[in-house]
């Protein structure tokens, strides 16, 4: 059990001092080492190195319960204290870092629609119900703006755009993308905050045009909205504020890659019964 202690702790502590202190030679310990390992400590091997595989894969955003539902999903049998063991062990772990910080330029004298979600923000099937905001990415060539929007059945970003102007064009070409992607059918709810992006009248013919109900909340109401910010929070702690983004283009290529690389057909989420958006809606389809 010592000799044990002293490998599970061997990254805090130093190795001499935790022999002095628990009573055992530096001898004694090389030869615990060098005895083969237990058919418990091979398969720790072989969970760590899926570990550390899908960490990788994950941009290392995956904490225990995530990573437990991945592994499991490639057929390994392990749980939630396993998984945890291992990864605390290896010093594997998810680093968040900031606060999102919202947008949202209420002051303008288009009209507002009124909230048809009213907090009821569950959708059956696809093209249901729409979220949609707008964040902002600091790069060394100034602000890079992004506007995205979320399917609320499945949490998929089906459009998003990116602009270093935060003008109606850039909530626009993130609508038209959805619409293309999506081609949803009339009569769906599409839920936004009242920013003079979304309350433009060219942005109203557009929702005008496809037969969409445009939906939005009042000021300093956010919690129709939570999907969206969530997805924000999510991107930049899982990408943008690991790095130091030099140009605009360099920043848009990331975002592509994380949303279609990633976020869309593999990271996973605690509402959609741990799958990613793309398999939850491939299960109702």
């Not at 202690?5 to 001499?16: D, T, V």
């Not at 907090?119 to 964040?135: E, F, L, M, Y």
């Not at 309350?199 to 005008?208: E, F, G, P, T, V």
């Not at 300093?220 to 790095?243: H, P």
Request: charged share 25%; hydrophobic share 35%.
């Amino acid at each position: 059990m010592r000799f044990k202690f002293i490998e599970e702790h061997r990254l805090a502590f130093s190795i001499g001092r935790m022999c002095h202190v628990m009573d055992v030679s530096p001898r004694g310990l090389r030869a615990f080492r060098s005895r083969p390992a237990s058919r418990r400590q091979r398969s720790d091997l072989v969970t760590l190195a899926h570990i550390k595989k899908q960490s990788r894969l994950s941009l290392g955003s995956y904490g225990r319960p995530r990573m437990t539902e991945e592994l499991k999903d490639i057929g390994l049998s392990v749980g939630h204290r396993r998984v945890g063991r291992l990864m605390r062990q290896n010093g594997i772990s998810v680093v968040r870092t900031r606060k999102h910080k919202a947008t949202t330029d209420s002051n303008h004298k288009f009209n507002i629609s009124p909230n048809l979600l009213d907090r009821n923000v569950s959708a059956d099937q696809p093209n249901q119900k729409w979220a949609g905001d707008v964040t902002y990415i600091w790069t060394r060539e100034g602000w890079l703006y992004l506007a995205v929007i979320l399917d609320l059945h499945s949490r998929r970003v089906v459009g998003w755009a990116v602009s270093n102007r935060m003008k109606r064009d850039l909530a626009i070409r993130a609508l038209k993308m959805a619409i293309a992607f999506r081609s949803p059918p009339k009569g769906w709810i599409h839920h936004t905050d009242s920013g003079s992006q979304y309350c433009s009248h060219d942005y109203q013919k557009i929702l005008r045009q496809h037969g969409i109900k445009a939906s939005m909340s009042g000021k300093g109401i956010c919690y129709d909205n939570a999907a969206v910010e969530t997805f924000f929070k999510t991107i930049k702690a899982e990408l943008i504020w690991r790095g130091t983004w030099d140009t605009r283009r360099q920043t848009e290529i990331a975002i592509f890659e994380y949303i279609n690389g990633f976020y869309n057909p593999r990271r996973r989420h605690s509402a959609l019964g741990w799958k990613s958006p793309v398999a939850f809606e491939r299960k109702v389809a």
